[in-house]
């Protein structure tokens, strides 16, 4: 037996099995009618994947991966569900799965010189092709080489209209258990607000504050739908080194990822009282603030036959968007999934997504806390807005009255006119193994949208990575990028301490 095993048994809590609802329904037995979103996923133009990179500290035994699997996501109905068109509608049909038709393990040269740079060329192999239709649309593959931050790669590709991305990781983290304890799921941080009302001194203000609350809701909807209705219209982004041109969703992206201290977000969380998004969003305004300065300067010949450097400015008022998607369903906890899996529970699954768009301010700042100052104020407004429900029920109100090819060119000039798309999801707070398989990162990422940069943070533990997927026609060097993040966090840690410090002198 392998050493693996013994951690991954069909117990109650092991045995996890993920169902929509009501699975016992004669809709269940013809096959789902696929969601709004899940059909706009297989328009022409908007054929997206979600990729999952784990990385492993041991080798991987496919066979306990295969167990595991058996016992976990094959009972899941979007995993044995293959798409089936039935005249102008798409269903998810039951059928019978072939593991060994899903796992792929390929063959390496035990003695490859760069392994990294393989597994990236592995990788970004996966945007060339698409998934085969005529079975359920995902893979796992398991490569057992040696990487600079793991011992082995297990990379799941799922096709987007299985599941949200949030949904999905979240679904891969209830297949797993606590290194510490088998038994046990993982444990994601939670936070929480309080408002206490009974107070009879503090009821007027109480309504006083609703009132107002309302009324700026109201207000930011207003301006961000209508914003929204002009990026659709004619709204685009400055032309920048990171602007993809038409055509960027069909061409080859390249995956890269880096790994960074969540102490360090967390410290300057705390004490600038914000929240992880917040920090995550001030030093991504940061580190795309640097590459492009750096990007703007060029090097000419001079007379004397050497190099100088001439430095061009950034574009004024440069105009730098990312699209950030937004679960309007919440998403179950790893509980509700485990339960679910265990055939306890009834939490929904699906893709019910809008979209935000959040502006960048792109501009140099001598205090690197003014980063997270202002991607703190401006992600409040987007907080307490309707944006994100305004622009799901839009796209569900197209898609009724015109079809799947309509919403579809309309989402995706939405996209097109901002420059980016941006997430960040919660991992576990401790280390967990992956069917018995212990973790060291997980790098999340996603493709065939319309854009060349695409930024993911997931945190794991005492880490957080950050994942990035690109165009390299566009971005040929993404390493730099990585390395203007991880540099803009530290400037933003060195600033916060040393504040810190002078006030407490």
């Known amino acids: 037996m392998h050493p693996c095993q013994n951690t991954f048994t069909t117990t109650r809590v092991s045995r996890i099995v993920y169902m929509e609802i009501n699975m016992a329904s004669s809709s269940s037995r013809e096959g789902e009618e696929l969601s709004p979103a899940a059909r706009l996923f297989h328009s022409p133009s908007f054929n997206c994947y ?15 991966i295969k167990q595991g699997l058996s016992q976990t996501l094959l009972k899941h109905p979007r995993f044995t569900s293959k798409l089936v068109k039935k005249g102008r509608k798409s269903r998810w049909t039951p059928t019978t799965i072939d ?17 990294d740079r ?5 990788i970004s192999n996966f945007t060339k092709t698409p998934l085969d239709l005529s079975k359920p649309l995902w893979e796992l593959h398991l490569i057992n080489i040696k990487t600079s931050d793991s011992e082995a790669i297990g990379i799941f590709r799922i096709h987007h209209s299985i599941g949200d991305g949030a949904s999905l990781i979240s679904l891969l983290l209830a297949a797993t258990r606590k290194t510490s304890d088998p038994n046990a799921l993982p444990t994601l941080p939670r936070g929480y607000k309080r408002v206490d009302s009974s107070s009879k001194s503090n009821y007027l203000l109480f309504w006083l504050g609703m009132i107002w609350w309302g009324l700026t809701l109201i207000w930011n909807t207003m301006v961000d739908v209508f914003m929204l ?3 659709i219209l004619f709204f685009k982004d400055t032309h920048t080194p990171l602007k993809g041109a038409h055509g960027v969703e069909l061409n080859t992206k390249r995956f890269v990822y880096r790994t960074v201290s969540l102490d360090d977000i967390k410290l300057v969380k705390d004490g600038m009282k914000t929240t992880i998004n917040d920090v995550l969003l001030g030093l991504t305004q940061a580190g ?36 950030i998607l937004v679960n309007i369903r919440p998403i179950p906890g790893i509980q509700d999934l485990a339960d ?15 979209y935000i768009i959040f502006p960048f301010n792109i501009a140099l700042h001598e205090d690197p806390l003014e980063y997270v100052r202002q991607a703190k104020a401006t992600i409040d407004k987007k907080k307490h807005s309707l944006e994100a429900i305004c622009s799901y029920a839009f796209a569900k109100l197209v898609l009724n009255l015109f079809g799947v090819k309509v919403v579809g060119a309309i989402t995706k000039r939405a996209l097109f006119h901002t420059t980016m798309a941006f997430s960040n999801v919660l991992g576990p707070v401790e280390e967990i193994s992956f069917y018995g398989h212990p973790v060291a990162f997980i790098a999340p990422s996603v493709y065939g949208h319309p854009h060349a940069l695409t930024i993911h943070f997931q945190s794991y533990a005492n880490k957080m990575t950050i994942s990035l997927a690109v165009d390299p026609s566009i971005i040929p060097n993404p390493y730099l990028l990585c390395d203007d993040l991880e540099e803009s966090l530290k400037l933003i840690c060195d600033a916060f301490v040393k504040k810190k410090g002078t006030l407490l002198i």
């Open 288 to 323: 795309l603030t640097r590459y492009l300065n750096r990007e703007y300067t060029s090097v000419e010949d001079a007379n004397d036959g050497g190099a100088k450097q001439r430095q061009r400015s950034v574009p004024k008022n440069i105009r730098l968007r990312a699209s």
């Open 118 to 122: 393989f597994i990236e060329d592995y």
């Open 229 to 231: 209705v002009l990026t």
């Open 50 to 64: 979600v990729i999952a990179i784990i990385g492993c500290k041991t080798n991987i035994n496919p066979q306990v």
């Open 99 to 115: 593991l060994d038709n899903h796992i792929i393990v390929p063959k390496l040269d035990s003695k490859i010189e760069f392994p």
């Open 340 to 354: 679910m899996m265990a055939e306890k529970g009834k939490a929904k699954w699906g893709n019910h997504m809008g």
